[in-house]
């Protein structure tokens, strides 16, 4: 049975071949978006198949591109995306309060206090 499935998904193409390129099937960006924590494996799908996040997904990930923070000991504000580059530390030790947050059972409260206290341990 889980032959079948493999075989199967390495037949279904997420990136059709081209020219001199074989493609990229879902058995083989299954290898590159697997991570061990849900935060890695949200950010790596997110980043590489945007277009296959689930509902949730999409949420966090709003949240992810569009958080800010303002810290008055910073001269400026404090993101977990900055331009094209990500604080995926950052992203990683506030996991619980980013997915609670886009979720709505977490407050932005809750979000800034973990993202402050992450970035007063770092220091």
Request: charged share 30%.
């Amino acid at each position: 049975m889980e032959w079948a499935i493999e075989q199967s998904l390495s037949t279904v193409y997420l990136e059709e071949p081209k020219e001199h390129k074989r493609g990229k099937t879902v058995s083989d960006a299954g290898l590159d978006l697997w991570g061990l924590t849900e935060a890695d494996r949200v950010f790596r799908l997110a980043i590489w198949f945007p277009n296959l996040l689930t509902y949730d997904e999409q949420l966090i990930w709003g949240v992810i591109c569009t958080y800010q923070q303002d810290v008055k000991e910073l001269n400026e504000p404090v993101r977990l995306k900055n331009d094209n580059q990500y604080s995926i530390e950052l992203i990683r030790k506030c996991w619980d309060e980013i997915k609670a947050y886009a979720l709505g059972s977490g407050s932005k409260d809750e979000l800034d206090s973990a993202v402050y206290k992450n970035l007063t341990l770092n220091k």
